[in-house]
C-alpha cells in the first residue's frame, strides 16, 4: 500500500509529460481558486452588515490585495495553462512541449510562489494596499512588513514561470506542428494562446522591472519609486503599461475555449473565424497603447488623456468583432444545451456587459466620476469573472470526459451553471430565451 503511494506520488512528482502537468496546473490553480474565494466570501460577509468586527480595518486590505494578486497570478492565467499544456500538444499534432523538464519547472515555480503568496499573510503582514501595489503606500516606510517583501519575491517567481512557459509553448507552435498544419489552419483556442504568449512576452518584462525595483526600494533603500521624486507616476507607467495588456492575457484563452465550444454545440463552424483571429491580434497589439486609461486623475496632460481615450474606444471594437462572430454562429443553429454551452453563452453575455461598462471608463470625464466606485469593481469583475473565469469552467466541462475518461453529471453541471457567480437572472434568461 504506502509503496504503491510511493509509486504514485512519484509518478506526479517527476512528471514531464505534457497531461500530467496540465493536469497538476488545473488542480493547483483550483485550490489556489478556493483560498482566493474564501478570501473573498469572508470580504462580502464583513460588508453584508454596517461596522462589522469580522475583520480589521487592516485585515481587510490584507484579503483585499491577496485575492486580486491570487485570481490574476495564480489562478486565471494557471488554469489557461493547464487547458494549453494537455490540449495544444494534441490540437497541433506533437507529442509534448519542446521542452518538457523547462514545462515541469513551470509548474513547480508556480505551485511555490503561489504558497509564497499566501504565507506572506504570517509574516507580519500580507501586501495590503490592491493588488496595483501603488506607489508611495508600496515602501518599506508605509508598508513595513517583511510579509510584503515575501509576496514580492513571489511575485517575482511567478513571473519567471510564466516567462519560461510561454517561451515553450512559442517554439512548440512555431516548430513543432504537425507537418502540414500551417498556422492559419490552427482554431482559435491554438490562436488564443499564441496570442496570449506573444502578450505575455511583451508586457511581463515592464511588471518584472516594476517589481524587482520595488524589491530593492523595500530592501536596499534605493528611491526609484520615491514620491518625492516623481517616482509614483513612473510606478504608474511601469505597472500599467503590463497592466492592461494583463487583461488580455488572462481573457484570451477563455475567448478562445468559448470559441471553440459554441461552433461545437451549435454543430456549425465558428462565423468568420479569420476575423476573429484578426481581432484577437489587433486586440493585443492596441493593448499595449492604452495604459494611460488608468492614470487620468494623476494629472498626466489634456493630451495624453485624449490620446488614451481614443485608443481605448478603438481597442473595443476588436472585441465587437469576436462577439458579432459568435451570436453569428448561434443564428439559426440547433444549439445543444449542454453545460459547457451553457457557460460559453453565460461567459458572452457577461462580456458584453464588461466590455460596454469598459466604454463608459473610457471617457475622461465619466472617469472622473466612477474612478474609485463599484461602477469600476463591476465593471472589472465582469470580465475577470463574468467571462474568464466562466468560460474557463465551461472548458473544464467541455474536456472534462477527454482527460479523466468519464463523463460528469449533466444535472449537477446544470445546477453548478444556474447557481454559479452573482449573475443567475442573466444566465436564467439566456437559458429560456435560447430554448424558446
Ligand atoms: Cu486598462
Same mark, same amino acid.
Given at each position: ?37 474564501? /478570501? ?29 494578486? /491570487? ?40 505551485? *511555490? ?90 508586457? *511581463? ?37 503590463? &497592466? ?20 461545437? *454545440? ?88 464588461? &466590455? ?81
Amino acid at each position: 500500500m504506502a509503496e504503491q503511494l510511493w509509486v504514485s506520488a512519484k509518478r506526479w512528482l517527476y512528471t514531464t509529460n505534457h497531461k500530467d502537468i496540465g493536469i497538476l496546473y488545473l488542480i493547483t490553480s483550483l485550490f489556489l481558486f478556493a483560498a482566493a474565494g474564501v /478570501l473573498a466570501l469572508t470580504m462580502r460577509t464583513q460588508l453584508s452588515a454596517p461596522d462589522n468586527t469580522l475583520l480589521t480595518a487592516n485585515i481587510y486590505n490584507q484579503f483585499v490585495t491577496v485575492h486580486g494578486l /491570487l485570481m490574476i497570478f495564480w489562478v486565471l492565467s494557471p488554469l489557461a495553462f493547464g487547458f494549453a499544456n494537455y490540449i495544444i500538444p494534441l490540437e497541433i499534432g506533437c507529442r509534448d512541449l519542446a521542452f518538457p523538464r523547462l514545462n515541469s519547472m513551470s509548474y513547480w515555480f508556480f505551485l *511555490f510562489s503561489g504558497v509564497m503568496m499566501i504565507l506572506s499573510f504570517f509574516f507580519g503582514a500580507a501586501p495590503d494596499l490592491g493588488w496595483t501595489l501603488y506607489s508611495p503606500q508600496n515602501a518599506a516606510q508605509f508598508s513595513p512588513a517583511i510579509g510584503f517583501n515575501l509576496g514580492a519575491g513571489a511575485l517575482i517567481l511567478m513571473v519567471v514561470s510564466i516567462t519560461m512557459s510561454s517561451i515553450n509553448f512559442l517554439v512548440t507552435m512555431f516548430k513543432m506542428r504537425a507537418p502540414g498544419l500551417k498556422l492559419r489552419h490552427m482554431s482559435v483556442f491554438p490562436w488564443a494562446i499564441l496570442v496570449t504568449i506573444f502578450m505575455m512576452l511583451y508586457a *511581463f518584462p515592464s511588471f518584472l522591472a516594476a517589481v524587482v525595483l520595488l524589491y530593492v526600494d523595500r530592501a536596499f533603500g534605493t528611491v526609484y519609486f520615491s514620491s518625492i521624486q516623481g517616482g509614483s507616476l513612473l510606478w504608474d507607467n511601469v505597472f500599467w503599461f503590463f &497592466g492592461h495588456p494583463e487583461v488580455y492575457i488572462v481573457l484570451f484563452p477563455a475567448i478562445g475555449i468559448i470559441a471553440d465550444i459554441i461552433p461545437t *454545440f451549435a454543430r456549425r463552424p465558428l462565423y468568420g473565424s479569420k476575423y476573429v483571429i484578426g481581432a484577437l491580434v489587433a486586440a493585443a497589439l492596441i493593448s499595449f497603447v492604452v495604459w494611460g486609461h488608468h492614470m487620468f486623475v494623476t494629472g498626466i496632460g489634456i493630451v495624453s488623456t485624449k490620446l488614451y481615450t481614443v485608443t481605448t474606444i478603438a481597442v473595443s471594437l476588436p472585441f465587437d468583432i469576436i462577439v458579432i462572430s459568435l451570436i453569428e454562429t448561434l443564428g439559426f443553429a440547433k444549439l445543444r444545451l449542454k453545460a459547457p454551452a451553457l457557460f460559453a453563452l453565460g461567459a458572452v453575455a457577461n462580456f458584453i456587459v464588461g &466590455g460596454i461598462t469598459g466604454v463608459f471608463l473610457a471617457s475622461v470625464a465619466l472617469d472622473y466620476a466612477l474612478r474609485g466606485t463599484y461602477f469600476v469593481v463591476a465593471h472589472f469583475h465582469y470580465i475577470m469573472v463574468g467571462a474568464s473565469i466562466i468560460g474557463l469552467i465551461g472548458g473544464l466541462y467541455y474536456w472534462f470526459p477527454k482527460i479523466t475518461g468519464r463523463m460528469y453529471d449533466e444535472k449537477i453541471a446544470k445546477v453548478h451553471f444556474s447557481s454559479s457567480a452573482e449573475h443567475n437572472f442573466c444566465y436564467f434568461t439566456i437559458y429560456i430565451v435560447a430554448r424558446g
